[in-house]
């Protein structure tokens, strides 16, 4: 005979209420491990194809370096903007020598903002000088650039040696030259022996004039040969203004353009005689190893 069941005391019903709990909270504990601590529980996960995924690492990356460690916020960010391609991702800093930093995918994009940026940068358009790192390196791809922006740079050296600055200075040395012929001519005629002395004084000072004007000129062709000669891998076998490595550092060559055409315009006395200073260093160099090499 079947006995019908003793009633659960207190302390069983009690054991058994935690088990169905655990048996219930269990699968919960493994839904919830899906989502992070700030997901919204009430809303199952989004698997969708649009959902937001983590960037992938760029394969290029531009960096935008200041001279100083202060640059606007404002003017970075619209030159960003004007971008023919603009960037996967982009960061922009408000201190510091680093400027901003832009992410691209593409090659192709990459390589034409460096020599957009350049451009922009030898036309005076910003102040920042790009320089590019390569996560994936191809080196076609930095021939490329390379070629990209060698061709640039001759351009524009060549531009500024038929520019504004040097033509300004040539008007003035034509001027100055004609100005000397007049006083000649006015020293050739019969004068009292005070103004012969002074038509003499300011020819002399006119020609101290012209043949500085002239070294100037000089010394600017001077230093912007020896940077086209670098650029087009050419040696020269006399002095040369500057020194170079063997890869292009395009930031410092875009640096020497800037102070030769700035030299030229202030038309410092020293700058005009800086070949035959160079020339003199060299030749004491030469004199002084070859004293070293002397038996004793």
Request: with cysteine; aromatic share 8%.
């Amino acid at each position: 005979m079947h006995k019908p069941e003793a009633p659960m005391t207190g302390s069983q019903m009690s054991t058994t209420g935690r088990n169905n709990y655990r048996s219930v909270s269990q699968p919960y504990q493994e839904w919830k491990a899906q989502f992070s601590q700030n997901y919204r529980r009430d809303r199952p996960p989004d698997r969708s194809p649009n959902s937001v995924k983590p960037h992938k690492r760029p394969n290029f990356v531009i960096e935008l370096c200041s001279d100083s460690r202060s640059s606007r916020k404002a003017d970075v960010e619209n030159l960003i903007s004007k971008f023919k391609y603009q960037p996967q991702n982009s960061f922009v800093y408000d201190t510091g020598f680093r400027a901003g930093t832009l992410c691209y995918q593409q090659w192709s994009e990459a390589l034409a903002t460096m020599v957009s940026l350049w451009e922009t940068r030898l036309d005076g358009g910003h102040l920042l000088t790009p320089r590019l790192t390569p996560n994936v390196r191809v080196p076609s791809d930095l021939d490329e650039l390379r070629d990209r922006l060698k061709t640039l740079f001759i351009e524009r050296v060549k531009g500024f040696m038929e520019g504004n600055v040097v033509e300004n200075w040539q008007k003035k040395l034509r001027a100055v030259t004609d100005e000397i012929d007049k006083v000649s001519a006015m020293v050739r005629k019969p004068n009292k022996l005070s103004k012969c002395n002074e038509l003499l004084k300011k020819q002399g000072g006119l020609v101290s004039e012209r043949d500085l004007i002239a070294k100037r000129i000089e010394e600017f062709m001077s230093g912007m040969n020896c940077i086209l000669r670098h650029l087009e891998g050419k040696v020269e076998e006399e002095v040369e203004v500057f020194r170079f490595g063997g890869e292009f550092d395009w930031g410092k060559i875009h640096g020497l353009m800037m102070r030769e055409c700035r030299r030229l315009d202030d038309g410092l006395p020293i700058y005009a005689s800086r070949q035959e200073i160079l020339t003199q260093v060299h030749c004491q160099q030469v004199i002084q190893g070859a004293r070293l090499d002397e038996p004793e």
